[in-house]
T-cell receptor, first 117, second 109 residues
């Protein structure tokens, strides 16, 4: 099966600092990676879509200068939350699709729980 | 209006019972439909795709009603391990997925 990892699984940071979250496809090359955010008892909300080597496409209302996405290789995408604030505390989940499969077949990482104090 | 709406529940059922719930979607052009399962504080995992003719996977049966724009999931002979939040997922456009907020099911002994 396709495995996606995320690191770290949990992070606590102080307000104003930046946090980087890594998303890796371990046994396949990910043509596209997605970043989601989920607040308690709410649905996953797509933040952005990234393809290797190109700029990420952000959803409406998501600040691209605050949530920096880098997709430098076919197996790694990073999300950096810059100048984090308590309202950025959330569960961040990445997913990836691979070549040869339908675009709706997304493999999810285990998520990163961010707490900003 | 949200793209995907679900009854949040919770549905509290005894072991062995049957439980069913629906979700509605707003985009009539949606083509692909899925049920995901999400355990507390974990990532969602694909439970099953939903096909136009309806489909069954063991104790789980999914139905799609395009005319009324809803999808259903039925769980027969509930197990304790079925306790989770079930997410209705619909492709919104291109390759993007829209998630419902989930229906919580709790199976009690």
């Amino acid at each position: 099966g396709a495995v996606v990892s995320q690191h770290p699984s949990r992070v606590i940071c102080k307000s104003g600092t930046s946090v980087k979250i890594e998303c890796r496809s371990l046994d396949f090359q990910a043509t596209t990676m997605f970043w989601y955010r989920q607040f308690p008892k709410q649905s996953l909300m797509l933040m952005a879509t990234s393809n290797e080597g190109s700029k990420a496409t952000y959803e409406q209302g998501v600040e691209k200068d605050k949530f920096l996405i880098n997709h430098a290789s076919l197996t790694l995408s990073t999300l950096t939350v810059t100048s984090a604030h308590p309202e950025d505390s959330s569960f961040y989940i990445c997913s990836a699709t691979r070549a040869g499969l339908g675009p709706y077949e997304q493999y999810f990482g285990p998520g990163t729980r961010l707490t900003v104090t | 209006r949200k793209e995907v709406e679900q009854d949040p529940g919770p549905f509290n059922v005894p072991e062995g019972a049957t439980v069913a719930f629906n979700c509605t979607y707003s985009n009539s052009a949606s083509q692909s439909f899925f049920w995901y399962r999400q355990d507390c504080r974990k990532e969602p995992k694909l439970l099953m795709s939903v096909y136009s003719s309806g489909n069954e996977d063991g104790r789980f049966t999914a139905q799609l009603n395009r005319a009324s724009q809803y999808i259903s999931l039925l769980i027969r002979d509930s197990k304790l391990s079925d306790s989770a939040t079930y997410l209705c997922v619909v492709n919104s456009n291109d390759y993007k997925l829209s998630f419902g907020a989930g229906t919580t099911v709790t199976v009690r002994a």
